[in-house]
Nanobody
Framework: QVQLVESGGGLVQAGDSLRLSCVASGRTFNTMGWFRQAPGKEREFVARIRWSGGSTYYAEFAKGRFTISRDNAKNTVYLQMNSLKPEDTAVYYC????????????WGQGTQVTVSS
């Protein structure tokens, strides 16, 4: 059974930091990504990382504040979020792609991040 389990969300103040974790099990992935969905808005891409090689790519709003990383030994992907803003408030989802060209077919249950002003 394939599982992606996120953790690390919470309620923080503007300017604080949070680190989200996503533990993957049940299969290997080519790429792992983080997405978010704010109330009343569509889900949006945040960042992604290749398991092999570790190359990363970020949404414009995430550049300079968020860092995606992975620990191959722990099958875990992280999203370090610094200088959080109220507009970062959302449910954050971890997702996995089986191959380079496939869709993100595997999703976690999400973890809530709330940033107060």
């Amino acid at each position: 059974q394939v599982q992606l389990v996120e953790s690390g969300g919470g309620l923080v103040q503007a300017g604080d930091s949070l680190r989200l974790s996503c533990v993957a099990s049940g299969r290997t992935f080519n790429t792992m990504g983080w997405f978010r969905q704010a109330p009343g808005k569509e889900r949006e891409f945040v960042a992604r990382i290749r398991w092999s090689g570790g190359s990363t790519y970020y949404a414009e709003f995430a550049k300079g504040r968020f860092t995606i990383s992975r620990d191959n030994a722990k099958n875990t992907v992280y999203l370090q979020m610094n200088s959080l803003k109220p507009e970062d408030t959302a449910v954050y989802y971890c997702a996995g792609k089986a191959t380079l060209t496939s869709e993100y077919n595997y999703w976690g249950q999400g973890t809530q991040v709330t940033v107060s002003s």
